[in-house]
T-cell receptor, first 118, second 115 residues
């Protein structure tokens, strides 16, 4: 597709359940990022992928959060045993290989998944 | 540590009025700066970016921003606001971390436009 897509757009779940959020990056973008945006706040970095490896997982808030990526394509963010504080919009972004493009590798964002944990 | 501050949480302007959204950054080296806009229910759209060169950069939708190193600022401006500009605006600074591009965002400024 032309842009970054994410699914589902909205997800309501009960506390304690697991959820999976999906991100399809722009074709040819080898770098992929996940962010969390809590209500009224800025974006918190969660994890960065280069290809299917994740050199930086420093933003994952707990071991309940994990992510994987298939090659240079789809990524899935999984939250296990969801808690109410996990309620947020989860945004995915992709860019050209930052090792080549460096800081000029602009990140392009998807529309996000709004997660509500009851 | 790198950080971005957007001092104004909410701003309200009248349609047709001029706009300036403030952004201050903290970064030891030459910053790479961005402004993104987020409309309700939408992802972030890139408005403009500064990497080097001319300190006044033009973006989409009639926006511009000026980089002032002495003030560590990158304020966003528009001479005449349209009702469709109502949205949340995020300033961000990028730096290389472990060989890749990491973005640090401000908390955002929510813009309301009165008719």
């Amino acid at each position: 597709g032309a842009g970054v897509s994410q699914s589902p757009s909205n997800k309501v779940t009960e506390k304690g359940k697991d959820v999976e959020l999906r991100c399809d990056p722009i074709s040819g973008h080898t770098a992929l990022y996940w962010y969390r945006q809590r209500l009224g706040q800025g974006l918190e970095f969660l994890i960065y992928f280069q290809g299917n490896s994740a050199p930086d997982k420093s933003g994952l808030p707990s071991d309940r959060f994990s992510a994987e990526r298939t090659g240079e394509s789809v990524s899935t963010l999984t939250i296990q045993r969801t808690q109410q504080e996990d309620s947020a919009v989860y945004l995915c972004a992709s860019s050209l290989d930052s090792r080549i493009a460096g800081l000029t590798g602009t990140q392009y964002f998807g529309p996000g998944t709004r997660l509500t944990v009851l | 540590a790198q950080s971005v501050t957007q001092p104004d949480i909410h701003i309200t302007v009248s349609e047709g009025a001029s706009l300036e959204l403030r952004c201050n950054y903290s970064y030891g080296a030459t910053p790479y700066l961005f402004w993104y806009v987020q409309s309700p229910g939408q992802g972030l759209q890139l408005l403009l970016k500064y990497f080097s060169g001319d300190t006044l950069v033009q973006g989409i939708k009639g926006f511009e921003a000026e980089f002032k190193r002495s003030q560590s600022s990158f304020n966003l401006r528009k001479p005449s606001v349209h009702w469709s500009d109502a949205a949340e605006y995020f300033c961000a600074v990028a730096f290389l971390s472990g060989g890749y591009n990491k973005l640090i965002f401000g908390a955002g400024t929510r813009l309301a436009v009165h008719p």
